[in-house]
């Protein structure tokens, strides 16, 4: 019996409570992806897709959140781990199949389950690997990027006016091939390491305004268009870097691999 008294008391002193604002972050961008589900089932999947966007920009912000208010914890990097399961497996999946992947009967599902798993393990993989890559690349699509791809498909066929592509190939097609890249060992750049409170070139401004302004004139094409760019940026990068490496003789100029960091970064996850 005193025991188990003192194994509780060990207990409550290890865990001693949650940080609030971080979490609560987290809190949005779980029920953006609850919002999401919801729409889709009463077919309103442009609303799903724009609450599934705003569960990406929630999530980008809990981890930088408590990275800056040093408020970090394994408790947030888990409770971010399953709301990234749902705002960007589940969400993104179930409003696919309802959208698009019916008429496909066992081969929709399929691709909808695949893509739900195979971020499952991706987020699953992130957390294992972390303190282990460069901090600059991800290992693998993003399970945000890939939820934010179909999500811009969406709004995408909204802005050419196809409401409900039923049977489109392409669709299927673009989840089996993101539902690859989130488990594959392809590189993508991570944005990590952008330094934002230090001084740019004038036309790096230039450019980031020009970029804003077109996206805000006409977001749903755009939006598109680059994140189909950042998915297929990161085979693109990969087939140039072994196509360089094969053309250049042993021993000039080769490109050591990414150093190894040490340490585990518990800043809430936010970009597995």
Request: charged share 15%; with cysteine; aromatic share 14%.
């Amino acid at each position: 019996m005193s025991f188990r008294r003192k194994r509780k008391k060990k207990d409550r002193r290890r865990f001693r409570g949650v940080y609030l604002l971080p979490n609560l972050i987290t809190t949005g961008s779980l029920f953006a992806g609850f919002y999401a589900i919801v729409a889709s089932m009463d077919g309103r999947f442009y609303a799903a897709a724009w609450a599934i966007l705003i569960a990406m920009i929630l999530d980008g912000l809990d981890g930088r959140v408590a990275r800056m208010t040093k408020t970090t914890s394994g408790f947030g990097v888990q409770y971010d781990s399953l709301a990234d399961l749902v705002a960007f497996g589940v969400a993104p999946g179930i409003m696919t199949y309802l959208w698009a992947l019916k008429d496909f009967k066992q081969f929709g599902w399929a691709a909808a389950f695949l893509f739900v798993v195979c971020g499952a393990l991706r987020l699953a993989r992130f957390n294992v690997q972390q303190g282990s890559f460069d901090p600059r690349y991800f290992n693998g699509l993003p399970i945000p990027a890939a939820a934010v791809m179909v999500a811009a498909s969406v709004a995408f066929y909204h802005e050419l006016g196809e409401m409900a592509p039923q049977g489109s190939r392409f669709i299927l097609g673009m989840m089996y091939v993101l539902s690859f890249l989130m488990v594959s060992n392809i590189k993508y750049i991570s944005f990590k390491k952008v330094e934002l409170f230090r001084r740019h070139p004038f036309h790096t401004l230039v450019g980031l305004v020009l970029i804003f302004v077109a996206v805000a004139a006409v977001p749903n094409i755009l939006g598109f268009v680059l994140m189909a760019a950042y998915v297929a940026s990161g085979p693109i990068s990969t087939f140039m870097y072994h196509r360089r490496e094969a053309l250049t003789p042993k021993g000039e100029g080769e490109t050591p691999p990414p150093k190894l960091t040490e340490g585990l970064d518990l800043g809430g996850g936010g970009e597995a």
